[in-house]
């Protein structure tokens, strides 16, 4: 059975108690006595015992239900083992704690533009803080631009969107993001894995004209005096050849 998976906020109590059921032969087991362990550094959490761990007797329906879990002060994923010694324990669950973080942008990489068909400057970076203003690191940052329309790609997965994970100073940094054939501003997102907080990205893709020349039998010309002349003047504009395409 895959992990129940829950999340909470740091220092604070998870929703729902971890709950499992104990069975031997498939014969659900009453009285068998169950232990709760938490990681014990790092991401994890606390019993109202105040240690990562606590043991529970199994009721006659062979159901162990531990007393409320609450968050610590980490933020991360883990995973909170149930073992009984028993044939099987059914019902795994799996605390999942939200940062109640920020994603601020990180350097000057914001707002930034680029010839189309081009690489941008800088990468994408995004600094990821807890709700205590701490950096988070080992955490999973995705990067999005538009789908269609005005956007752009990112060289690792030539889509628009990536995933790089925050380093020991909590920064996520995208792989090199190229900026599409349509000129236009655009937004692209950067959001931290379990947690609602965002960034944003300013970027535009720009056009450089590479030659501008007069058009053919504007120039030379000639006219009297206090007359216009025979042809408007105009001319003929080109754009650069992009150095990056798909």
Request: charged share 10%; hydrophobic share 35%.
């Amino acid at each position: 059975m895959s992990p129940f998976v829950q999340n909470t906020t740091l220092n604070q109590p998870f929703a729902s108690p971890l709950s499992v059921t104990v069975t031997t032969n498939g014969t659900p087991v009453s009285g068998a006595v169950v232990s709760f362990t938490a990681p014990g550094a790092g991401a994890g959490g606390t019993f109202p015992n105040g240690t990562d761990s606590t043991t529970i007797t199994t009721s006659t329906n062979g159901v162990a239900t531990s007393p409320a879990f609450t968050a610590n002060g980490t933020a991360g994923t883990y995973i909170v083992i149930a073992s009984a010694g028993i044939n099987a324990i059914d019902g795994p669950f799996q605390p999942v704690k939200h940062l109640g973080a920020s994603a601020d942008h990180d350097g000057g990489r914001n707002p930034q533009s680029t010839t189309i068909g081009t690489e941008f400057a800088n990468a994408l970076a995004v600094t990821v803080k807890d709700a205590s203003g701490k950096p988070v690191s080992g955490l999973p940052v995705t990067f999005t631009a538009p789908a269609s329309g005005v956007s752009g790609y990112f060289i690792d997965t030539d889509t628009n969107t990536t995933t790089a994970t925050t380093n020991g100073s909590g920064v996520a940094t995208s792989a090199t993001f190229v900026a599409d054939a349509t000129v236009g501003t655009y937004s692209v997102t950067a959001q931290p894995t379990g947690d609602a907080s965002t960034a944003t990205f300013s970027l535009s893709n720009t056009i450089k004209p590479a030659t501008i020349t007069p058009a053919a039998g504007t120039t030379p010309q000639s006219a009297t005096a206090g007359t216009p002349f025979a042809t408007a003047l105009a001319v003929t504009v080109l754009d650069a050849v992009p150095r990056r395409s798909r």
